[in-house]
């Protein structure tokens, strides 16, 4: 086995939640207990991305933070030496067509109300199914929710993953969808469902308590929402300089390095076999280049050339052959005696950490033991697409409410910024969506990887773009129309939903108690290990409970460094 890589600890993917883990794995055990990271693909940030167009910094991925509710998040943001920037607070439409008379529909159609947006409607289901706040349980809006609201912390939040219940239900047993009907008309869930509130999942139905609880924590009035100022993929630069192996020799970080299979030893270690290709094994060192660069050669992509392919840009070709024995002395090693035949890599470790959404966790399940297994597929994948478009002469100006259109548009979101210097205006637009108005977007994506951020390559999206976002969309003048494509000076897509993500996000499905399937995930043994020490390690968004959110993967990272001997 001399040609094994061997490592105190291993951890499986390069998103934050790897990446976090790594790091505080440092912080907890020094020198002495060696870590290796491998990511399968050919950058590290996994579903985070942030890509400079046009002078904007487009988030692709993660954008915005709760202040209050993402606690660890906010310490790394300042740790790394990051600054935030306010965001704009969860709002929804409120256009005529959006807004809904719950009060005439309840009445079957004899008195009319005032109209709710459908954001207050949910939140008036919300207050409905926990019937705790004391105030009018007709009017989401009156200041008796508000007071009650902000009392709400994680101690209640468990208390409605675990205890909640209506009509005898627990909450987490039925499907929001099913749970928001209890209390609100059909016509009025419709009106949620088709219309969206920031979340079109009702479709999916998730589990009502952990999506009660999400809506608890995203609309708490004494929480502020920001985004990070130097972009959220900044997290990750910060992060991977910080793991650079010749600041932190026991670290050594590996990308394109795909797991297809892990093994027991009699010993009590994991074999752990990787798929990797020639020429593109990596190490921290070409990382942080790799990332700046990738920020630089979409902006000069966009001003060169609006054709480029981005994603045929791999900066990881003049990268040496740096795959290492990590035994401390990791970033002189460049021997390549741990590779094997095509192109696989063995490395041997005490402990695994899985820091892997489901999809890649879907296709390791016929090696995890059976009950295992079945919890990897306890999540439902929300699958997300992204565009932004920058227009040299924008319509929308800096009062543009987010939102504007939205519900004339295939999106669930939309935000616009506005940016003028002197006699020279600039505006980028995002439209973000989940099913179904995400499958009006996907047919625009051309690479067949996708891996990063699709920029300025099928023109049809601007197309597909101007069809509602155009200045006036009852002109149907086609010179007009043309003179618009062409102030689009950039443009890009990306659609979460592809391998080896096939998700923005995830939800619990219903019928899951998601703490106790947390703690089965965090330490594990794999099947016909001898020894039973529970040395694997489920951790990040997919499976925590704070899915959506970064905090999730990082409250799962501490949860999963606890069990590390
Ligand atoms: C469009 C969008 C919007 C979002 N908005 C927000 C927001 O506003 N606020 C917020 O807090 N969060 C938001 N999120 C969620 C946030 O991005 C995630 O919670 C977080 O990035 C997940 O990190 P992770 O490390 O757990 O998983 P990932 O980022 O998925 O990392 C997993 C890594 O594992 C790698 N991998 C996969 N298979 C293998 C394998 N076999 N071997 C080795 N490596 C493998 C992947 O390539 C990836 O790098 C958003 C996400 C998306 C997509």
């Known amino acids: 086995m001399s040609d094994i890589i061997s490592s105190d600890t291993v951890i499986v993917g390069g998103g934050i939640t790897g990446l976090y883990t790594c790091y505080k794995l440092k912080q907890l055990k020094g020198v002495n207990h060696t870590v290796s990271l491998f990511e399968a693909t050919g950058r590290f940030g996994g579903r985070i991305e942030t890509v400079e167009m046009g002078g904007f910094l487009a988030e692709y991925g993660p954008m915005r933070f709760e202040k209050l509710a993402q606690p660890l998040l906010m310490d790394l943001i300042s740790e790394l030496g990051l600054e935030t920037k306010p965001f704009v607070p969860y709002t929804a439409a409120n256009d005529p067509d959006s807004l809904f008379d719950i009060t005439f529909d309840e009445s079957g159609g004899k008195r009319s109300g005032s109209k709710l947006t459908t954001l207050e409607l949910l939140k008036l289901g919300i207050l409905r199914l926990l019937n705790a706040s004391g105030g009018d349980m007709d009017d989401p809006n009156d200041p008796r929710h508000r007071a009650w609201w902000s009392t709400l912390d994680e101690e209640y939040y468990s208390y409605v993953r675990n ?44 589990n009502a308590a952990e999506w009660v609880i999400f809506w608890l924590r995203g609309l708490h009035p004494d929480d502020e929402l920001v985004g990070i100022k130097q972009g959220t993929e900044s997290l990750v630069q910060e992060l991977v300089r910080k793991l650079d192996s010749r600041l932190e020799p026991s670290v050594s970080l590996h990308l394109n390095h795909r797991l297809t299979a892990l093994f027991s030893q009699p010993d009590g270690r994991v074999l752990l076999e990787f798929k990797t290709d020639n020429k593109t094994d990596n190490i921290t060192d070409n990382i942080t280049d790799n990332i700046t660069d990738n920020i630089t050669d979409n902006i000069t992509d966009n001003i060169t050339d609006n054709k480029n392919d981005n994603v045929t840009d791999n900066k990881t070709d003049n990268v040496t052959d740096n795959v290492t024995d990590n035994k401390n002395d990791n970033k002189t ?169 096939e998700a923005g996000c995830h939800i619990w499905k219903a019928g899951v108690r998601a703490e106790e399937a947390i703690k089965k995930l965090t330490a594990f043994s794999l099947q016909g290990s001898l020894l039973s020490n529970k040395n694997i390690h489920i951790c990040g968004e997919a499976y925590s409970d704070f899915q959506g959110f970064i905090e999730g993967g990082l409250r799962t990272a501490l949860q999963v460094i606890k069990h590390i001997t």
């Open 163 to 206: 205890k909640a219940s209506y009509n005898g239900k627990y909450l987490y047993e039925i499907g929001f969808w099913n749970a928001l009907s209890l209390v609100l008309s059909h016509r009025a869930v419709n009106k949620i469902i088709h219309y969206g509130t920031f979340y079109h999942l009702i479709h999916f139905n998730p």
């Open 333 to 501: 090693d460049n021997k390549n005696d741990n590779r094997t035949d095509n192109n696989v890599v063995k490395v041997l470790a005490k402990h695994v950490v899985l820091a892997l959404p489901r999809c890649p966790l879907m296709q390791l399940r016929p090696q995890l033991p059976e009950h295992i297994g079945e919890m990897v597929d306890y999540v439902i994948p929300i699958p997300l697409v992204k565009c932004f478009f920058v227009n040299e002469n924008p319509w929308w100006n800096e009062f543009t409410p987010p939102q504007t259109r939205a519900s004339s548009t295939p999106a669930r979101e939309i935000h616009y910024t506005f940016r003028k210097d002197g006699n020279c205006k600039r505006g980028i637009v995002m439209v973000y969506c989940d099913p179904p108005s995400m499958l009006y977007w996907t047919p625009f994506v051309r690479q067949q990887g996708h891996l990063k951020a699709e920029l300025n390559l099928d023109k049809r999206l601007v197309g597909g773009y101007l069809q509602y976002l155009r200045s006036s969309p009852d002109n149907t003048d086609v010179k007009k129309i043309e003179a618009e494509a062409e102030l689009i000076s950039c443009f890009g897509i990306r659609d979460w939903s592809r391998e080896p993500f």
